[in-house]
């Protein structure tokens, strides 16, 4: 039970590594410095108080930077392969009583796959408010965004399979939403045709 917990755990974290990369990260060392949660002995960095300090800040200008509507664009290009590192890296750090093996394919394909994909949903959105909004939307969306990280880590954290059913439902929203993008997308280029 406690290596499916993990994994549940290590997954959701991961997951709100798509919305913001340093949120999970910094939960993670918060939960790891408090004695919340165990930590692999290769991650036990995470819970000294030099790392909590650091992604503390780094959430913050994360946060800040992600409310300048030029610069968020930028940002999503960057922060697309950074989620993918970090839901690895967090799903690496979670999970429990596992080979190596098992644990660095389920870190990479559970941990990075589901930063990633959130995240290329997350750039897209962002990119069609850009274009359909003139940017005026975008701080919404990135409100929204860090409020949805900082959610599912607590989740994660204090009810995993609670976050995993989250998750699960925030998929489907994410799901619909690009299916709208899209649609809007094909009806502009049809327009313009």
Not at 172 to 181: A, D, G, P, S, V
């Amino acid at each position: 039970m406690e290596t499916l917990l993990s994994i549940v755990l290590g997954i959701g974290l991961a997951a709100a590594a798509g919305f913001r990369v340093f949120v999970p990260l910094f939960a993670l060392s918060l939960a790891g410095f408090y004695e919340v949660l165990p930590m692999n002995e290769q991650w036990q960095w995470l819970n000294s108080p030099v790392a909590l300090t650091v992604l503390a800040a780094a959430c913050i200008i994360e946060a800040l930077a992600y409310l300048i509507p030029w610069f968020d664009n930028l940002l999503d290009t960057l922060a697309i392969p950074l989620a993918g590192l970090a839901g690895t890296a967090i799903m690496a750090s979670t999970a429990m009583d596992l080979p190596p093996v098992f644990t660095w394919a389920l870190a990479i394909i559970g941990g990075g796959g589901a930063a990633a994909t959130i995240k290329g949903i997350n750039a897209s959105a962002r990119a069609t408010s850009t274009v359909t909004t003139g940017g005026i939307a975008n701080p919404i969306i990135s409100i929204g965004e860090t409020i949805s990280a900082i959610v599912l880590a607590i989740l994660s954290i204090f009810a995993p399979f609670l976050a995993l059913a989250a998750l699960c439902f925030l998929a489907f929203i994410l799901y619909k939403t690009w299916q709208k993008i899209q649609a809007r997308r094909t009806q502009t280029l049809t327009e313009t045709l």
